[in-house]
């Protein structure tokens, strides 16, 4: 069974349109990410959500938003798309550790396009 | 904000050859991650660690908190050793992400 699974693989839609990401993870982890990798292959931290806290990075537009139906699923929702949000964006879960530090569970990633 | 530099960006060597990659970061951490991420671009997470060593099959990581650094090794590399190696640190209290540095692309040739 997969870990950490994300859809769609790939999604390629039109400027100004809105578009949603799903991530589910079946190892009854706790915290869960967003994460986005450039054109330059550089992973950046998007959200971070463990169902008690949301943290933003507070670089991420506002046109980004994660909604988390229950603690196994953490969905992106893209509004507006601009050709700039081009990119691929990486699931993720941990079990959060109080001491700090943990393995994280990466999702196969979705590659948007924007044209 | 923590700085992440890993170096080399970029490494070629013969298969058989000691693999080592350096990651050094600013400010203090509770955690280091070593990820590989493959051609297909798939993430997989090598090793966490906070203090001193860990071994798995051909790969050692190492860390030094005192000096900030880490260096991840590859012993007796292959060809499937060839992916993009990325460094990361978690700083943060409460459930926060990683920062990761721009990765180390290796490429093992027969």
Redesign the interface.
């Known amino acids: 069974d997969t870990a950490v699974s994300q859809t769609p693989k790939y999604l390629v839609t039109q400027m100004g349109n809105d578009k949603s990401i799903k991530c589910e993870q079946n190892l009854g982890h706790d915290?869960m990410?967003w994460?986005k990798q450039d054109s330059?292959?550089?992973?950046?931290?998007m959200?971070?959500?463990?169902n008690?806290?949301l943290?933003i990075?507070e670089t991420v537009p506002n046109r980004f938003s994660p909604k988390s139906p229950d603690k196994a699923h953490l969905n992106l929702h893209i509004n507006s798309l601009e050709l700039g949000d081009s990119a691929?964006y990486?699931c993720a879960s941990s079990q959060?550790e109080a001491?700090?530090?943990?393995?994280?569970?990466?999702g196969?990633?979705t590659?948007l396009t924007v044209t | 904000k923590n700085e992440v530099e890993q170096s080399p960006q970029n490494l070629t060597a013969q298969e058989g050859e000691f693999i080592t990659i350096n990651c050094s970061y600013s400010v203090g951490i509770s955690a280091l991650h070593w990820l590989q991420q493959h051609p297909g671009g798939g993430i997989v997470s090598l090793f966490m660690l906070s203090s001193g060593k860990k071994k798995h099959g051909r790969l050692i990581a190492t860390i030094n908190i005192q000096e900030k650094h880490s260096s991840l090794h590859i012993t007796a590399s292959h060809p499937r050793d060839s992916a993009v190696y990325i460094c990361a640190v978690y700083s943060g209290g409460g459930a926060d992400g990683l920062t990761f540095g721009k990765g180390t692309h290796l490429i093992i040739q027969p």
């Open positions: 915290t990410y994460y330059k292959k550089f992973l950046k931290i959200f971070s959500y463990n008690k806290e943290i990075n691929v990486f959060f001491s700090g530090g943990y393995e994280q569970y990466f196969p990633g590659r």
